[in-house]
């Protein structure tokens, strides 16, 4: 049978009073049901389906809270058979500024404050201040005064503020308190000045950046402090953050990833709170003028170039809060369009600095892409898609990338593991003529022996592993995934592949996701089911970053690093999370796995093979997450591409329902457990696997 809920979507329903369910359901011989009964908490709707997408539907009121839904077909003998079970999160439909104070109450009465460190290094606030309203300049100020941790200094340059209370209000505030420092300049030099000059009254070994307007949570320093004693050669330090309006409701939550290099090439995600050793920053010369409104992302860039990875420290909660008010960049960033310009040269200075060739494009959200330059010779790719019959669906991948891509150099391996289909051997044979390579494996599936086999017969100093289910949308593909699959420092490269109605399949793999019980999760794909087209959070389905894993469904790696891993595990990983695996080993080896939304896919999602839907591919499934649990556990748990703030049950990058646990501690287990629905299979047939 197959049988879809179309909504909720995501299984997070934003509705004050009700819940609707809708869906379609076919039997084995394509007929719909008899009926369709749904049943949420005690309420039992009954529906009688017809063959439309949205063929069955109901509404419940509910209150909000977790609701399980159960769906049940009636069979021939008039029974009802339970179908699917789903747990779903019903929120009140309130505003976004809202539903985040009301995750940050929760997250306040999980974890309740602790001692500040009793010793720790002086920290130095450098604050550049120029004409601020009273109000939002004594809240900043008041938010370091009010830090649990008292080793600190503010060190404020007045920029030749012509506004009477900005002086008038330094010169109390820093008469009360001797931790306030204060300098006026003569001249008005625009942000990267100021700050250099509140830099010059620093004396503490490490140095903050708070704008005027802006203020710190009230254990940010305390927190800051608490990581160090941890990691005491971290030089970088940056937290979580949201936004904050005029009545002081917070919203807009950024949970950030540990380091992410080819996200902070896309964006500032640093930005706040930004903490640096004192010393780093004095000794790169500070801030650079000619940078206003891209400084902060220029210091970023500047010094995490002079560091090891190693010591750059995210520290995974909200610490700073940016005052979002009309006329700030918090609200819209064309509200200062100089910004924009001076991130375009930031960005191109650096790669000029680090000797990268490339071109800088703007990405819709004030964002950026680097579109590096391919060497005059770019390296062959043998690309090696296995399959099985359907030969409708190889026809539609080989055809729309023989016909479309511009690349110069590039073979075709087609892996035939036992096609019997006369119409799939006839195309087989006529690809045999035009020049694609046609293995024969016979032996029984296996992902990732087929592929590891294929690549003694590829010629290509890049292999670009292919699902047969894809068809071809962006012809430069391949020069933007070679791009970067080129890169010393890079192991696997994906694209970015949708569904054929147009939404996200995969945008990058998120770990701990996707386990049958949330528990024993392995892994999913980042912002599925998201429309094409859509933000993500904050902009991160339009960008290129880095993620633990990503699917072999399109994935490139260059032949040596692919045979320093030792290819995909043919033992233990036949059919799923082999691609989750070897590029967890990639990472173990020092490379890094990226992902880019500029290289896209349509993907059936694994049609030839079929769903796991057998006692015998259930247990095959069963196994292989055992094996990646116990192999990868801790990993699993805390997915260094992700944030313990966000959520495992869904693959939207919500907060979580739980709260994070406190930065030197352990991931708390999640105890919800639900079985998944299957989906619609002309999008997803079913089989929880990335890479087969």
């Known amino acids: 049978m197959n049988y879809r809920v179309e909504t909720p979507s995501s299984w997070i329903s934003f509705s004050r009073s009700s819940v609707t369910v809708a869906g379609w359901f076919l039997d084995a011989q394509g007929r719909a049901a008899r009926q369709i009964r749904l049943r949420l908490g005690s309420r039992v709707i009954a529906c009688i389906p017809g063959r439309t997408p949205h063929d069955f539907i109901a509404t419940f009121r509910t209150k909000p809270g977790l609701k399980h839904l159960v769906i049940e077909a009636e069979t021939e003998d008039g029974d009802h058979r339970v179908i699917g079970r789903r747990l779903v999160c019903v929120y009140a439909r309130e505003r976004a500024a809202t539903k985040h104070a009301l995750w940050v109450d929760e997250n306040a009465r999980a974890n309740p404050p602790r001692p500040p460190p009793a010793k720790g290094p002086l920290i130095s606030v ?70 250099n000059s509140a830099l010059e009254l620093a004396a503490g070994e490490f140095t903050a950046l708070l704008d005027h307007d802006d203020e710190l949570a009230p254990h940010a320093l305390a927190e800051v402090a608490r990581a160090l004693e941890g990691r005491p050669a971290a030089q970088i330090i940056y937290s979580d953050e949201d936004k904050i309006d005029p009545h002081g409701q917070c919203s807009s939550p950024y949970f950030k990833p540990e380091w992410n290099p080819d996200l902070l090439l896309a964006q500032n995600y640093f ?50 809060h940016w005052r979002a008010i009309p006329g700030s ?20 200075d650096h790669l000029a600095r680090s000797g990268i060739e490339a071109e800088v494009l703007p990405v819709r959200g004030g964002h950026w892409r680097v579109r590096r330059k391919l060497p005059a010779t770019p390296p062959r790719v043998s690309l090696i898609i296995p399959t099985r019959n359907r030969v409708s669906l190889l026809r539609t991948c080989v055809e729309s990338i023989l016909e479309s891509t511009r690349y110069p150099d590039f073979e075709i391996l087609v892996i035939d593991n036992g096609s019997d289909d006369p119409a799939t051997l006839a195309y087989l044979e006529n690809l045999g003529n035009r020049g694609v390579k ?116 399109c994935l490139l ?32 080896a020092g490379y890094r796995n990226v992902w880019t939304p500029f290289a896209e896919f349509y993907h059936y999602e694994s049609a030839s093979r079929g769903a796991d839907d057998t006692p015998a591919k259930k247990a095959i499934h069963e196994r292989e997450c055992a094996y990646m ?33 406190r930065f030197d501690s352990q991931p708390p287990p999640t105890a919800c457990e639900f079985t998944r629905i299957p989906e619609h299979p002309a999008a997803h047939p079913g089989p929880r696997m990335l890479g087969s």
């Open 271 to 320: 930005a706040h709170l930004a903490v640096y050793r004192t010393s780093l920053i004095r000794e790169l010369g500070g801030f650079r003028i000619g940078c206003e409104g891209a400084q902060d992302w220029d210091l970023a860039l500047r010094t995490t170039s002079h560091v090891p990875a190693n010591a750059i420290l995210h520290i995974p909660q909200i610490l700073y």
């Open 629 to 661: 649990r116990r192999t990868w556990g801790p990993l699993l748990d805390n997915d260094p591409a992700y944030n313990p703030n966000l959520t495992l049950v869904t693959e939207d990058f919500a907060a979580a329902c739980r709260t994070a646990p």
């Open 126 to 195: 450098l604050m550049p201040v120029h004409n601020t309203p009273e109000r939002w300049l004594r809240r900043a100020i008041d938010s370091v005064r009010e830090q649990t941790y008292a080793h600190w200094e503010l060190c404020i340059a007045d920029d030749a503020s012509t506004a009477a209370h900005v002086r008038r209000i330094l010169k109390d505030y820093a008469s009360r308190d001797a931790r306030i420092k204060i300098i006026r300049r003569p001249v008005n030099g625009h942000i990267s000045a100021a700050s």
């Open 329 to 348: 960049t918090a609200r819209k960033q064309s509200h200062k369009s100089y910004a924009i310009a001076a991130a375009r040269q930031v960005l191109r």
């Open 557 to 588: 790696v260059r032949r040596e690093v692919f045979l320093q891993a030792g290819g995909f595990d043919e033992e233990h990983l036949a059919v799923a999370y082999n691609d989750v695996d070897f590029c967890l080993r990639l990472g173990a």
């Open 438 to 553: 046609i293995l024969r494996d016979d032996g029984p599936f296996n992902y990732s022996a087929l592929n590891n086999r294929a690549v003694a017969h590829a010629t290509g100093e890049v292999l670009g592993f292919l699902n047969n289910d894809l068809k071809l949308i962006t012809p430069d593909w391949l020069e933007e995934m070679v791009s970067h699959a080129i890169r010393p420092e890079v192991g696997a490269v994906c694209a970015m592949l949708y569904f054929p109605d147009d939404r996200v399949q995969h945008a990058g793999v998120v770990l701990g996701l996707a386990g049958p019980k949330l528990v024993e999760g392995v892994a999913g794909h980042a912002f599925k089911f998201f429309p094409r087209g859509h933000t993500g959070m904050r902009n991160r389905l339009r960008v290129a970053q880095n993620y633990s894993a990503v699917t072999a469904a």
